[in-house]
């Protein structure tokens, strides 16, 4: 069965580290990979995507990830973090299936708590 | 700016009771989704919807069905509530054009426990 792990249940990390969020799936076929964030108290919203192109996507408030196909990875970075980046992160992935309906499946999320 | 509202934030049903959830969104999205999401389990796509009256199961639709009558509108019904459906409830919306997956718009979340 496909599904999305995200093996990093809480980081906490110092204002200014660098950030690396793991995210892996199991699905053979061609994808398309989303990263959500939920501020506290907020709406959940879009980070970024990959469809296809470049592997390395940018998106908002300086965060990127990778697509490693050989991987089955697209992890999430950020160079150095801030105090307003603590937020729950999710990983998504849609599986394209020619002969039924595409399907979405969400990673368990990743709790990051930002030092001051 | 996309906006989709959830008709509560929070509920409070009983065991048997029949529980609706009500979604609007106002920029004439095609695609609608109904998600709960859980602790340690991220979010799970319960139904979702690609145009009026048309609607797919997701992987958890057992225990719940839903409505849509107009395009701006996804009702979530949980046709006999219990206590395993105490969660949070999220809609969200997408845009045509793309994969029924594009980005989506979140709602706020509708939290319904059930005693």
């Known amino acids: 069965a496909q599904s999305v792990s995200q093996h990093n249940h809480h980081v906490i990390l110092s204002e200014a580290a660098s950030l690396e969020l793991g995210c892996n799936y199991s699905?053979?076929?061609?994808?398309?990979l989303f990263w959500y964030v939920q501020y506290p108290g907020q709406h959940l919203q879009l980070l970024l995507k990959y469809f296809s192109g470049d592997p390395l996507v940018k998106g908002i408030k300086g965060f990127e990830a990778e697509f490693i196909k050989s991987k089955f990875s697209f992890n999430l970075r950020k160079p150095s973090v801030q105090w307003s980046d603590t937020a729950e992160y999710f990983c998504a992935v849609n599986a394209q299936r020619y002969s039924s309906a595409s399907k979405i499946i969400f990673g368990s999320g990743t709790r990051l708590s930002i030092r001051p | 700016d996309v906006k989709v509202t959830q008709s509560s934030r929070y509920l409070v049903k009983r065991t048997g009771e029949k529980v609706f959830l009500e979604c609007v969104q106002d920029?004439?999205?095609?695609?609608m989704f109904w998600y709960r999401q859980d602790p340690g389990l991220g979010l799970r796509l319960i139904y979702f919807?690609?145009?009026?009256?048309?609607?797919e199961k997701g992987d958890i639709p057992e225990g719940y069905s839903v409505s849509r009558e107009k395009k701006e509108r996804f009702s979530l019904i949980l046709e006999s509530a219990s206590t395993n459906q105490t969660s949070m409830y999220l809609c969200?919306?997408?845009?045509?054009?793309?994969?029924?997956?594009?980005?989506?718009?979140f709602g706020p979340g509708t939290r319904l426990t059930v005693t």
């Open positions: 919807s690609y145009d009026v009256k048309m609607k």
């Open positions: 920029m004439d999205h095609e695609n």
């Open positions: 699905y053979g076929g061609t994808v398309n």
């Open positions: 969200a919306s997408s845009p045509p054009g793309g994969p029924i997956f594009y980005e989506q718009y």
